[in-house]
């Protein structure tokens, strides 16, 4: 244990959702083996919140979620196989491990999917050689994963990987344009698929266990590997040494997927968004071929120190030619300034056709640079810091009121979250945390100082989760502003720890502690309630903690003393009405009711997808469309902010004393839909597979 943990440190408390990205596959210098497995068992259940020890329910949830991740679809293991690992695993995991530290039921499970695998490949390349897919029948796969079990049969298994391999054949077909070429392009991914599985190590299989193990004790406890790591500190201080560019791995080629503005390869403008990178090279090395590499060991490939330089071979592929070309850029320190705090100016009319000056604060992530704050750097950059810099800027030009955009924050860090709340009053608790032994701990802003004290109001969904939650909840229980958006938060009310472990181990992600508002509400489950609610698919959608496996229970304890603003509680059903009103008369909003009618009404239909090819789908093929990576979501498109603005109006002039008559309006928007037709849709946050550099 003293070896692993040696250079054990926390580098943070963090409040926000887990971030999963993609994992080297490549040995490293220090691999896992089943003695440290054993000994980071152990250090999980010292530091986790609610579980103190590996009994026979956590061995029971560690082999179902263990099994789950390697075959999630029910593709590869027959109902026989498991049900002999339960028989042999399901209570004794913890025994195993921990008292004999005995590992082969890792290497039993794995050995076992590897032979499944590889005769699910024999059978895939049969059936794209032989198997003649008729796209004219009525038939349906399947996609309802808790409604059905584990095969029986190889005919049954057979015919679920029929099914699937004829919807991917049908979804490239579309893209592709024929049959022929979706064939190959499949075939190309599915040698992928066998070489990244030819690849893996134990030290990965141990990792992928690992993960099975933490994620049984919550949702939120995980094991990072060192590449995870990097790319999380990443995120967590907005800037990386690289070219500014985000990656993903698509059959077998590294894509570009964007540039980050002011970066290394942006500013360089010789690399564009859809290069493909099939070579990298340092300085006047000789370039080294990556196609149907790994991505993450492309990444590590791409970045470096800055002031060197890195030279890509990249293939861009236009409508009528396709260029080969090498591409040098000199790496810089980049700063991920779309992530950072961003603030914009937007003219309300009232409805006395009185100009008002709205702020509006987008805050994407509670970020924080734990490294620069450690070495206390007077600069550091952090959440509450830049928003501070934001409201001085939109003070200065006189603003009526401010919106604070939480949409789709998915957290961060804890500190972060009270120092946020803490800019919009002189001082009082903000969160209060339950530690493992029942203790219960308060989190003051002391400060003494309110940085902007007018009209404030919160936008949050479904997505703002964690650190958001702590924020909205608090300017919610002191009154202080207004909370607008979806029914509700995310609902994750949990507080992890991440702890490095020796070099090379990557570290562990541990909940350490349950929090609560400081009226003693705990977020976990139930989120953050909006004052005033709008329409919105997601709040249908099984989105939330309360639909995690093994998500800890939603508790309440005794309030903190505290003085409340009285700001909005006499407002809120005034305000609601007004809103409801105007949403009823907003074609934007019908669509989204449409949206939600639609999704209820059609529960069969969501547990299953069509394998007939349409008429319309014949012939079909994706137009190319020149990518414009500055393009930036306008007012005029976003009827939820729209909305909100127009709550803000309303909300200003209740302040005033003022009877509510009329309409206001937002001339900037009313001008732009003269030129260009709102567009509408229904936001929602989607993680995607891609890695900055």
């Known amino acids: 244990m003293t070896k692993l943990i040696s250079n054990l440190r926390r580098i943070g408390i963090t409040a926000g959702l887990s971030i999963f990205l993609a994992v080297s596959l490549a040995p490293r210098a220090q691999a896992l083996t089943c003695s440290e497995v054993r000994q980071l068992t152990l250090l999980y259940f010292k530091m986790h919140f609610s579980h103190d020890k590996f009994d026979d329910e956590i061995s029971k949830r560690t082999l179902d979620t263990f099994i789950k991740s390697w075959d999630t679809w029910k593709l590869y293991f027959y109902k026989k196989d498991v049900d002999e690992f339960r028989a ?14 005995d590992c082969s039921a890792i290497d039993s499970i794995m050995n076992r999917y590897a032979l499944r695998f590889k005769e699910k490949q024999k059978y895939i390349n049969q059936l794209l050689k032989t198997h003649k897919f008729d796209f004219t029948k009525d038939e349906y796969m399947n996609v309802d994963m808790e409604s059905f079990d584990y095969p029986k049969t190889t005919e049954e298994v057979n015919e679920r990987w029929r099914k699937r391999v004829k919807f991917q054949l049908l979804s490239l077909k579309m893209s592709v344009g024929d049959m022929k070429k979706a064939k190959e392009k499949l075939k190309k991914r599915y040698e992928l698929a066998l070489k990244r599985h030819n690849d893996l190590t134990s030290d990965r299989v141990y990792g992928i266990f690992l993960n099975a193990f933490s994620s049984s004790l919550d949702p939120h406890s995980s094991y990072m590997p060192a590449a995870d790591l990097e790319d999380f500190r990443i995120r967590t201080r907005l800037s990386l040494e690289g070219i500014g560019a985000s990656l993903r791995s698509e059959d077998g080629f590294t894509i570009v997927v964007s540039l980050v503005k002011g970066g290394a390869a942006k500013k360089g403008g010789q690399l564009k968004v859809n290069d493909k990178i099939i070579a990298v090279a340092q300085g006047d090395g000789e370039p080294v071929d990556v196609i149907d590499m790994d991505l993450q060991e492309v990444v590590k490939k791409i970045r470096g120190a800055r002031g060197t330089t890195v030279k890509l071979s990249i293939i861009r592929e236009g409508s009528k030619s396709t260029k080969k070309m090498v591409v040098p850029i000199v790496r810089e320190k980049i700063q991920l300034v779309e992530q950072q705090a961003s603030s914009k100016i937007v003219e309300v009319l009232a409805a006395d056709n009185k100009k008002l000056k709205v702020g509006v604060i987008t805050l994407p992530s509670f970020y924080i640079d734990f490294e620069g704050r450690q070495k206390r750097l007077k600069n550091y950059r952090s959440s509450s810091n830049d928003t501070k810099k934001e409201i001085e800027k939109l003070k200065k030009k006189g603003i009526d009121a401010l919106v604070i955009d939480l949409r789709s ?8 979250s009270i120092n946020m709340a803490g800019l919009f009053f002189d001082e009082g608790p903000v969160v209060q945390v339950k530690t493992d032994d029942g203790d219960i701990e308060t989190y003051y802003d002391r400060d003494g100082r309110t940085y902007y004290d007018g009209p404030l109001v919160v936008m949050i969904n479904r997505h703002s989760a964690s650190a958001s939650e702590i924020f909205a909840g608090a300017i919610q229980d002191y009154q202080r502003g207004i909370i607008v958006g979806d029914s509700h938060t995310f609902g994750k009310g949990t507080v992890q720890n991440l702890n490095d472990l020796a070099p090379q181990l990557g570290a562990i992600k541990v909940t350490v502690n349950q929090f609560y508002r400081a009226a003693g509400e705990s977020t976990q489950l139930r989120g953050v309630e909006s004052d005033i609610v709008l329409p919105n698919v997601v709040d249908v959608l099984d989105i939330g903690e309360k639909y995690y496996d093994y998500a800890l229970p939603f508790e309440k304890i005794k309030s903190a003393k505290f003085e409340k603003f009285n700001q909005t509680g006499l407002y809120k059903k005034q305000l609601a009405d007004r809103s409801k009103a105007r949403v009823k008369k907003n074609k934007d909003f019908d669509e989204v009711y449409d949206e939600i009618k639609k999704y209820k009404e059609n529960e069969k239909e969501r547990s299953r997808v069509s394998l007939k090819e349409k008429p319309e789908d014949k012939d079909a093929k994706e137009e190319e469309e020149e990518v414009d990576e500055d393009d930036e979501v306008t007012l005029a498109d976003d009827f939820y902010l729209q909305e909100t603005l127009h709550i803000t109006a309303d ?28 567009q509408t849709g229904v936001g929602t946050a989607v993680n995607s597979k891609k890695k900055d550099n």
């Open 88 to 101: 042999k695993y399901e209570t004794k995991l913890d025994d195993m491990i921990n008292g004999n530290l």
């Open 409 to 416: 924050n998915g957290g961060g860090s804890l500190e972060e």
């Open 651 to 678: 909300y200003l002039s209740l302040l005033k004393g003022d009877k509510l008559k009329g309409q206001s309006t937002i001339p900037a928007l009313v001008e732009n839909t003269k030129k260009k037709p709102s």
